[in-house]
T-cell receptor, first 115, second 116 residues
Framework: DSGVTQTPKHLITATGQRVTLRCSPR?????VYWYQQSLDQGLQFLIQ???????AKGNILERFSAQQFPDLHSELNLSSLELGDSALYFC??????????????FGPGTRLTVT | AQKITQTQPGMFVQEKEAVTLDCTYD???????LFWYKQPSSGEMIFLIY??????QNATEGRYSLNFQKARKSANLVISASQLGDSAMYFC?????????????FGTGTRLTVIP
């Protein structure tokens, strides 16, 4: 158990809908990262938050947004869903100090299926 | 731009034997980190081992070791004494620190199957 929690574990929804994925980082971790794993794109970085502020952006679509709340949990919002958004979405966190050597600990993921 | 290459889509190894999973990388940043993660069929990503670009010695964690050859830009994972539970996808990842970003760039993965 990495200490990172994600809910829900599975999500099935229809095209055009909007969903919210939730992540709670490990205790004391200030950085949260979101990744998408799909069959055609592999594992891709979406976005990073550090202590409530957006730190870095990857290949995140404009239909997707995220935020990190004062209690450090994070939510990833996916809107106007398309079939191609079906994927495993991971949240990861790293230790509170912004040091590059620290590994990221991944949550169990949320499997999103868009029908 | 960062790039991670894993050229072995699948590998087979006999139980109790050692296996090497290949990873090459490309970056212009002198400061970077290299990671290996394991993803079993259940889906979670499990951190295995880390190597920093300035580390003088190869990293080891139990049965896992990282064969780091900086000049060749390779960071191969060696698993010794393979076990059935090692059957999984293995991902090599790199992280650099430009602009304060710490995200990981992943390779396409290698599926390891351990044969009894």
């Amino acid at each position: 158990d990495s200490g990172v929690t994600q809910t829900p574990k599975h999500l099935i929804t229809a095209t055009g809908q909007r969903v919210t994925l939730r992540c709670s980082p490990r205790s004391g971790d200030l950085s949260v990262y979101w990744y998408q794993q799909s069959l055609d794109q592999g594992l891709q970085f979406l976005i990073q938050y550090y202590n409530g502020e957006e730190r870095a952006k990857g290949n995140i679509l404009e239909r997707f947004s995220a935020q990190q709340f004062p209690d450090l949990h994070s939510e990833l919002n996916l809107s106007s869903l398309e079939l191609g958004d079906s994927a495993l979405y991971f949240c990861a966190s790293s230790v509170s100090e912004d040091r590059p050597t620290y590994e990221q600990y991944f949550g169990p993921g949320t499997r999103l299926t868009v029908t | 731009a960062q790039k991670i290459t894993q050229t072995q889509p699948g590998m087979f190894v006999q139980e109790k034997e050692a296996v090497t999973l290949d990873c090459t990388y490309d970056t212009s940043d002198p400061s970077y980190g290299l990671f290996w993660y394991k993803q079993p069929s259940s889906g979670e990503m499990i951190f295995l081992i880390y190597q920093g670009s300035y580390d003088q010695q190869n990293a080891t964690e139990g049965r896992y070791s990282l064969n780091f050859q900086k000049a060749r830009k390779s960071a191969n994972l060696v698993i010794s004494a393979s076990q059935l539970g090692d059957s999984a996808m293995y991902f090599c990842a790199m992280r650099d620190y430009k602009g304060g970003a710490n995200n990981l760039f992943f390779g396409t993965g290698t599926r390891l199957t351990v044969i009894p």
